[in-house]
């Protein structure tokens, strides 16, 4: 992956570990065990360069597999340095058993990421 002039490897890899690291805080938190919240880290992330179609901008984006070759998680660093990304769940909720998480979606600058659940009523 070629990185654009202002950013090197290592930001980029601070970014997506402070990600992965939000992914698995908010599934412990959630009440998941420890062996499902791991999310792999910058390694396991597989990363592009490309052009965003709205402005024209380069962005990074990344995605990790799941065991079976099934996209697990995305990742987007914008030009001006915001982040998103996404994880998806998948699994009845923990502790409130109305729910089903469908995802959890990261976005932000990093240092100052937020986080949101994407809850389904469970059937």
Request: hydrophobic share 40%; net charge negative.
């Amino acid at each position: 992956m070629i990185v654009p002039d202002n950013l090197t490897t290592d930001v980029i890899r601070s970014e997506i570990e402070e990600v992965c690291t939000t992914f698995s805080t908010v599934l412990l938190d959630l009440g998941f065990k420890a062996d499902y919240s791991t999310m792999p880290a910058f390694d396991a992330c597989d990363l592009s360069s490309v052009t965003d179609e709205y402005d024209g901008e380069e962005v990074i984006t990344g995605r990790w597999l799941d065991h079976d070759g099934q996209q697990l998680a995305h990742f987007i660093r914008y030009a001006n340095g915001l982040i998103f990304a996404e994880r998806d769940v998948l699994k009845a909720h923990p502790t409130r058993v109305e729910h089903f998480v469908e995802a959890i979606e990261v976005w932000g600058s990093p240092g100052r990421l937020k986080h949101d659940l994407r809850l389904l009523p469970s059937l």
